[in-house]
T-cell receptor, first 113, second 113 residues
Framework: GENVEQHPSTLSVQEGDSAVIKCTYS??????FPWYKQELGKRPQLIID?????GEKKDQRIAVTLNKTAKHFSLHITETQPEDSAVYFC????????????FGKGTHLIIQP | KAGVTQTPRYLIKTRGQQVTLSCSPI?????VSWYQQTPGQGLQFLFE???????NKGNFPGRFSGRQFSNSRSEMNVSTLELGDSALYLC????????????FGPGTRLTVL
């Protein structure tokens, strides 16, 4: 089955700096890659997603890049703010997510004031 | 539109007992997925139901089962509870097609003593 590796497990950045979280996946048939943000004690919430026919997608300060050849995708957050502090999960799926998501182990992002 | 709801929010059981958790999806959503979240293993896919049928299943033992009703509400059952079943159980609903966002419920925190 699919395996998703996520790095780093903890990332501390200064407020205003950029943060990058990287994931690799094993199943070349995966075609949908969402990113979720989970604040302490809250439910995961989708922040951005990308399909395998797209190389990059951006939404304000958040962007995701996908390299299908290397089976690698990344989350980029620019101009980080205190409210960006949370655990971020990447995920991969075949069938556009309809067959369940395989998640990475998560990255605890800490924004230092 | 009301979000995904889960009941109960907290549950304490002892080893060997069984438990049933409930999930009510967003109105109009026909697919419900279940995930187990633990500090060690992260978010793991249990199974997904669409129109009362289990379409996909993760790598969990047969003690974990589920069902979906005609109104799309879903239940999951865990029999013969083990200490390792202590976790946050999250359900997520989606329209059911591909590339649709999965909306998570608040989860049920299960503690097995």
């Amino acid at each position: 089955g699919e395996n998703v590796e996520q790095h780093p497990s903890t990332l501390s950045v200064q407020e205003g700096d950029s943060a990058v979280i990287k994931c690799t996946y094993s199943d070349s048939a995966s075609n949908y890659f969402p990113w979720y943000k989970q604040e302490l004690g809250k439910r995961p919430q989708l922040i951005i997603d990308i399909r395998s026919n797209v190389g990059e997608k951006k939404d304000q300060r958040i962007a995701v890049t996908l390299n299908k050849t290397a089976k690698h995708f990344s989350l980029h957050i620019t101009e980080t703010q205190p409210e960006d502090s949370a655990v971020y999960f990447c995920a991969a799926s075949k069938g556009g997510g309809a067959d369940g998501l395989t998640f990475g182990k998560g990255t605890h992002l800490i924004i230092q004031p | 539109k009301a979000g995904v709801t889960q009941t109960p929010r907290y549950l304490i059981k002892t080893r060997g007992q069984q438990v049933t958790l409930s999930c009510s999806p967003i109105s109009g959503h026909r697919s419900v997925s279940w995930y187990q979240q633990t500090p060690g293993q992260g978010l793991q896919f249990l199974f997904e139901y669409f129109s009362e049928t289990q379409r996909n299943k993760g790598n969990f033992p047969g003690r974990f089962s589920g069902r979906q009703f005609s109104n799309s509400r879903s239940e999951m059952n865990v029999s013969t509870l083990e200490l390792g079943d202590s976790a946050l159980y999250l359900c997520a609903s989606t329209l059911g097609g591909s590339y649709n966002e999965q909306f998570f419920g608040p989860g049920t925190r299960l503690t097995v003593l």
